[in-house]
């Protein structure tokens, strides 16, 4: 059964509503990281936060496959829908879910066997070096639920459950506090603990999800699985932008932590693991918005409803624009009392993030639109103008700046790398954004 939100006018209210859980789900998702911050540094040591910092890159890894996956196969799974090709893209969906399952299995083997010589790439402390082993080797176990998680929300999402996507998000975050209290508090068991929490924390959800499509009734729900190599093909090629960037931010963070270890120490790191988890849950609301209105997209093309994807852009431009505003405030005025949940007041990484924090979070006047930019095209079906914006803003220009500017300004030019690659990769987006505007009548 088709969703009224394709079928109906598209307005304001009715976007804003259905895109509401969504954005719900990923200021809750973003939570997950965080509450496991706020539980190591209290409860472990800002050492131990330093750590999850370090390792952050590896998780990019997991991140970019499962966002390739849930990115690319959903426009080509909701394309389908938007042609009419309800049972094939059903047999579509439940291809791709299999081999998410395969991938994270593989992916699992690797980072538990080798979980010690990624740890040791670091050249960081041994007391460091022992955190980030423990953390890697006990969340791998769960890499085939951080794959299931990002893809099965995107389906629900795109079947007209939001809520559900939502609440499976709201009670895996509840899990998660309740395992993170536990495991580190009451087992003492460290950054084994905090990693397994997470894996708990997405477990559960993804349970509760894959009930959801055993039902005929949705939109989408499992199927005999066609296996068509082009499916795959095209997963990729749509979802590369999203791999590649998430990828390749793994890489530019490496590289961001190496300066950051050369011009404050741990103590930098650890500032640096603040700022990240401060602008990761501002930039929440606009991956949320997304969430709900890239299949909208992608249905709409198929449909070839070029009036529909006009007024979705509008309305998408002007939610981005308004959050911009409202978050970059945020994040600049309540820099004390954001910081403040990580460290202790007077602490060298509370100081070095309160000052740090004010310089990234520019950043947020830009990231909407550039993010937006780019799920656009893979929604759109156009993986490489999509793959072009999210690697140059990712890597190509942030590792420019990441590598010039602390040479012109020392730590505060590393503060403001981020900012400078959002502000270059506006200027590409846009282009692009005014260059196949009336191909794809958006």
Request: with cysteine; charged share 10%.
């Amino acid at each position: 059964m088709i969703h009224e939100i394709y079928q109906k006018p598209i307005r304001m209210g009715s976007i804003l509503k259905f895109t509401l859980p969504t954005i719900v789900m990923t200021l809750v998702q973003s939570l997950y990281s965080m509450v496991d911050g706020i539980f190591v540094a209290n409860l472990i040591g800002e050492t131990a936060l330093s750590a999850l910092t370090l390792i952050s890159p590896y998780f990019n890894i997991l991140t970019a496959v499962a966002a390739m996956f849930a990115s690319g196969g959903s426009a080509v799974v909701m394309k389908k829908m938007g042609e009419g090709r309800h049972r094939e893209a059903c047999e579509d969906f439940t291809m791709l879910m299999l081999c998410n399952l395969l991938t994270g299995g593989i992916l699992t083997i690797a980072g538990t066997v080798f979980a010690g010589q990624l740890s040791g790439v670091f050249h960081a402390s041994a007391e460091v070096s022992l955190y980030c082993k423990e953390y890697l080797f006990s969340y791998m176990f769960f890499a085939v639920f951080h794959l299931l998680f990002s893809n099965l929300e995107m389906y629900v999402i795109a079947s007209g459950g939001s809520g559900l996507a939502m609440f499976s998000s709201i009670f895996g975050g509840i899990f998660n506090i309740i395992f993170d209290y536990l495991l580190i508090k009451v087992f003492s068991m460290g950054m084994k603990g905090a990693a397994i929490a997470s894996g708990m924390g997405m477990m559960i959800p993804c349970l509760t999800m894959i009930v959801y499509f055993m039902r005929k009734k949705h939109m989408l729900r499992f199927a005999m699985p066609g296996f068509r190599p082009g499916i795959l093909l095209k997963t990729a090629s749509n979802g590369f932008s999203e791999f590649s960037g998430n990828l390749v931010s793994g890489v530019v963070m490496l590289l961001f932590n190496q300066c950051m270890l050369r011009y404050a120490g741990e103590a930098g790191v650890a500032a640096s693991t603040i700022i990240f988890y401060v602008f990761g849950f501002m930039s929440a609301l606009y991956m949320g918005y997304m969430f709900g209105v890239s299949p909208l997209l992608s249905y709409f093309y198929g449909e070839n409803n070029r009036e529909k994807l006009r007024k979705l852009r509008n309305i998408s431009l002007f939610f981005i624009g308004l959050v911009a505003a409202v978050t970059t405030i945020c994040a600049v005025a309540g820099s004390e009392v954001l910081v403040g949940v990580f460290a202790n007041p007077g602490t060298e990484a509370y100081l070095l993030a309160i000052h740090g924090n004010k310089l990234f979070s520019a950043a947020l006047l830009l990231v909407g639109f550039n993010t937006f930019s780019s799920m656009l095209f893979t929604a759109l079906s156009n993986g490489l103008i999509s793959a072009i914006i999210s690697f140059s803003r990712t890597f190509l220009f942030l590792t420019g700046a990441v590598v010039t500017l602390p040479v012109l300004w020392g730590l505060d030019g590393l503060w403001l790398a981020v900012p400078a690659s959002e502000l270059m990769a506006a200027v590409l987006s846009f282009s692009f954004f005014e260059k196949y505007k009336k191909k794809y009548g958006y």
